[in-house]
């Protein structure tokens, strides 16, 4: 029987993907329930649900997850990849004349500012290239109506929804009535978003605190995986860590051109913006003391904010430490909406949101929509505690009924049956989106 489930391994997941759940003997009774009522099935060549799945990706990593999901997944499914000619795209042109590029255009194009914007100030430079995307937007978009209407998928598997090109391909879909799944890095560590109808802010999840208050949870409790600190990248400069003040704030930035700050952070429009309104509000603070404001550049972004280290006197980059180590220390956190949010939450620190974000729940965090409110709420979070029991049935309605288990680029078995009963809705969070269910 060992011999039997290490093939199935080998030749339906590959060995990177399995090799923490093939090794790991916690996980060898998963490997086998999961693959006796899923990969059994696949590898005779029997589905078990008529459905049809089409997952679409550039070519990248997360390519390769999809084509793995695709090897065992109990339902009919293929993976197209972005860029993949296809001819029949002129037959329907006539879908692309119909298509208003727009909005993804003007989405684009800010974006594009935010990591090239002395080339994309110029309005001759913007124009063109507002008009090279809006033509290629329309291809694209002729080009999926023909492969959704060829292919007639049930559902598509799209990661993000929010970028180009994802954004126009999500519309094709939808101009078809064809339902989308979107993918995305999970909401709290380990795991992965799948959700039918976005991802963050556009989530499925309930911003109604009396839900969570009164949800009746089924399973038993679970504990949420550790707080991992995100690798930077290659090209950014190394920095050591600093000392940290006795009593700080702490302010982790974003990336400038995410779809988090592009279309869900109405007033701060970039980290420039950020770090002037929290340090105005610092100043209308009446007792700041020895308190300073601890900042610190997101690991996935290149660019530095050098111009920013002396700004003001009670700021500190702290690009070398740790982010744990960073919310730890703090007395609490100021985000727009990032997941570090929600990081704050989990080591039990007070948290103000300055834009959209599916944690933004009265009771769970501060928020503030303008420099006003901002300016109110430092002093109030000082003194601030969340609402102990609806954080801790928030996080445990993520950990338990929302996230799927493990991150997409280390999936174990757990993984791959509840991505399955997500697309079939036959886990607990599905059961909960079916008609007549009132998110509030």
Excluded at 142 to 168: C, H, Q, R
Excluded at 270 to 296: C, I, P, S, W, Y
């Amino acid at each position: 029987m060992t011999k039997w489930l290490n093939e199935i391994n080998q030749r339906v997941i590959p060995e990177r993907f399995c090799r923490e759940s093939s090794n790991n003997a916690k996980y060898r009774p998963l490997v086998a329930l999961t693959f006796r009522s899923y990969t059994c099935a696949k590898l005779a060549g029997i589905c078990d649900v008529a459905m049809k799945v089409l997952f679409v990706s550039r070519r990248n990593n997360q390519a390769k997850y999809f084509s793995t999901l695709k090897s065992v997944m109990p339902f009919e499914s293929s993976v197209h990849i972005i860029g993949t000619k296809y001819y029949r795209t002129l037959y329907f042109w006539r879908f692309a004349l119909e298509f208003n590029p727009s909005a993804v255009v003007s989405q684009q194009l800010e974006r594009r500012r935010k990591k090239f914007p002395r080339l994309l100030t110029t309005p001759i430079v913007a124009a063109l290239y507002a008009r090279i995307i809006g033509f290629k937007e329309r291809c694209r978009y002729a080009k999926y109506i023909a492969l959704f209407k060829d292919e007639s998928p049930d559902y598509v598997g799209l990661w993000n929804g929010k970028k180009m090109p994802g954004v126009t391909i999500a519309r094709a879909a939808k101009d078809l009535s064809i339902a989308v799944f979107y993918f995305e890095n999970g909401l709290l560590p380990g795991t992965c978003t799948l959700d039918d109808k976005g991802v963050n802010q556009d989530s499925s999840l309930p911003r109604n605190a009396g839900f969570y208050r009164s949800y009746p949870f089924a399973s038993q409790h679970k504990a949420i995986n550790g707080i991992v600190q995100r690798p930077p990248l290659k090209r950014r400069k190394k920095a050591p860590p600093q000392s940290l003040p006795q009593h700080y704030v702490f302010v982790p930035f974003q990336v400038p051109d995410d779809t988090q700050i592009v279309c869900h952070s109405p007033w701060i429009k970039n980290m420039e913006a950020l770090f002037e309104a929290v340090m105005e509000a610092f100043d209308q603070h009446t007792d700041r003391g020895d308190m300073q404001v601890v900042f610190k550049e997101h690991p996935s972004w290149p660019g530095h904010f050098e111009h920013l280290y002396e700004r003001h006197p009670a700021a500190l980059f702290a690009n070398g430490n740790t982010t744990p180590e960073l919310i730890e220390n703090s007395l609490g956190l100021i985000t727009i909406n990032s997941t570090v949010g929600l990081e704050g939450l989990i080591l039990k620190k007070p948290v103000m949101t300055l834009g959209e974000a599916c944690y933004r729940i009265d009771g769970l965090v501060l928020s503030a929509d303008n420099q006003q409110q901002l300016n109110e709420g430092f002093e109030k979070l000082l003194s601030w505690s969340p609402d102990a029991e609806l954080r801790d049935r928030y996080l445990r309605f993520l950990n338990e009924v929302y996230c799927i288990p493990d991150k997409w680029s280390t999936p174990g078995p757990q993984h791959f049956a509840a991505v399955a009963d997500r697309f079939l809705a036959r886990d607990e969070f599905s059961q909960l989106a079916l008609p007549g269910f009132n998110a509030g």
